[in-house]
Every structure is written in C-alpha cells, then in structure tokens.
C-alpha cells in the first residue's frame, strides 16, 4: 500500500521557520521526507535549523524573509523557485503577540500583529499559490490559534488576527478547491515556545492554562508534528478549508 504520509520528493515553504512551533513543523516535513526551505530573519537561526533537517538527509536551504514586506516575499517565493524547482507545501506560521488591555492598546501594535499574522499569511500564500494551481496540487497549511475561535483578556490584535487566519483559509479552499489545491488551518492551545514565555514564566497564568485545558497541561512543540505531515500529505486530500484544534480539549467548552 502506498504510504499515505510519506512526503519524499516534496518540497515545502515554512515561514517562521527558525523557532517554535515552525521549526517543529519543519522538522515534521523533513522527518516525513520532504526538502524545506526554511524561512525566518536571523541567518544563525536559519543556519542552526537548516543544518539540523540536513542532518536527516533532507535538502533543506534557509532564505531571508520578512513577511511585512510584499516585494520581500515576491523575492524569496522565486529564490525557492529557482532552488527547488517548486513548492507542494506551504506552511504560513510566521507571528507575533502583544497582550495589552483594549483601553491601553497602541495602535502600532495593533498593526504590527495584524500585519504579521494576518496579511503576511495572505502575502506569501498569494506569492506560491499560483505554481501550485499550474501543476493541479498543493498544500496550504495557515497556523491558526485557539483564538481564533475563542476570545481571552488582552489578546485583541492576536485574536482578530487568528479568527481572520480561519477566514481566510476558507476563502483559499473555496477558490482553489477545484485547482488541486488544499487550504487549512491549525489551532494549536498554548504551546511552551518564546511567543508565550511571559505566560510561562507567570505562574497565575500558567496554572490558569493548565486548568481550563481538559487535559491538565501545555503543549509540547513536537506534538505538532503529526498534524502538520497529515495536512500535507495524501492522507489529507480530500479536506480543505478547516482548522484542526490541537489543544488538549480547549475548544470542546
Ligand atoms: N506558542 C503557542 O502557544 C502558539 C499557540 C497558538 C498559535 N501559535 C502560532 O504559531 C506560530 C508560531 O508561534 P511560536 O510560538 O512558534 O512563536 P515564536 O517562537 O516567537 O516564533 C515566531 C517565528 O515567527 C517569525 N517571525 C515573526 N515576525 C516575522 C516577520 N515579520 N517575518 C518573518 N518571520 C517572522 C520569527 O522569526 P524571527 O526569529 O526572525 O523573529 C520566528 O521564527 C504563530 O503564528 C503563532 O501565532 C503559537
């Protein structure tokens, strides 16, 4: 039987690939066979990652890319191009947070939260998305939140920015169901990455997150690694345009 989860021979896109939870998807991707462009801003990082999905015996390359910038993205979308040949898989995970009452938040905060998460993701989808449609298949995997469907105390920005991930994720799986080309979301809970150290380190915050989580705790990076491979593979095909929690039960109440 043809292994549905195999990805050798695929090449995949991760943004914000240098730490956290998109260094956890890359590290997936090549662990399932895929070649990976590893997409972050800091060359070391870029270095240290690229280096690590080598070490699995997978061509994997970092590139420069600031998703705030459209001509920037345009940029690396064709360096990849040129290396690899195309892209099958696109991880949209690059974000930011600024937690801040709603009376008190700047507005340049604001900005920046909903640029990252949310137009950076539209950015660089629109960028690769059209290679795919030319050759009738792709995966599009946007890292969504908890919160996009939930709402909690100073996460304004970040909770418009993830309810708009879903939205937009529905509307790529619409236009391109037809082409080949699969749209979805994750919707991780609290995962122990730098994005969430401040809550980590607070220890009201971090029992109030193991509290309200049906299974009693965070998530560990690595615990991503399954639904990433499944979003990108065969055994996936026939779903677009959903977010999959995963989330320990958060979302069930
Ligand atoms: N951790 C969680 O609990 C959690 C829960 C739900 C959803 N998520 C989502 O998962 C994704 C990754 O989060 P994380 O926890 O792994 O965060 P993280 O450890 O802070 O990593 C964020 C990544 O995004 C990159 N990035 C930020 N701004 C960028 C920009 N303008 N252009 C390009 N890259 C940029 C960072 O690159 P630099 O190194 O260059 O800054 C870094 O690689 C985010 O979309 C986040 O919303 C996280």
Redesign the pocket.
Known sequence: MQDLFDLTGKVAMV????????ESAARALAKAGAEVAV????QA?LDRVSGDLHALGRQAQGFS????SKEKVRQTVELILERFGRIDILVN?????NRQPVLEYPEEAWDLVLA??LK?YFLVAQAVAPQMIKRGYGKVIN?????GTVGLPGQLA?AAS?GGVDQITKVMALEWAKLGVRVNAI?????E????KQLRNDPERFNFINERTPMGRW?YPEELEGIVIFLAAQASDFITGQTIYIDGGWTIW
């Open positions: 943004t914000g690939a240098t730490r956290g939870l998109g997409c972050g801003r800091v990082d890319l600031d998703v705030l995970n690059a974000g930011v947070n990252t998460n950076g890292m969504s939140s908890i919160l970040y993830k919707g991780p809970t609290y995962f990455t730098d994005l969430v998530g």
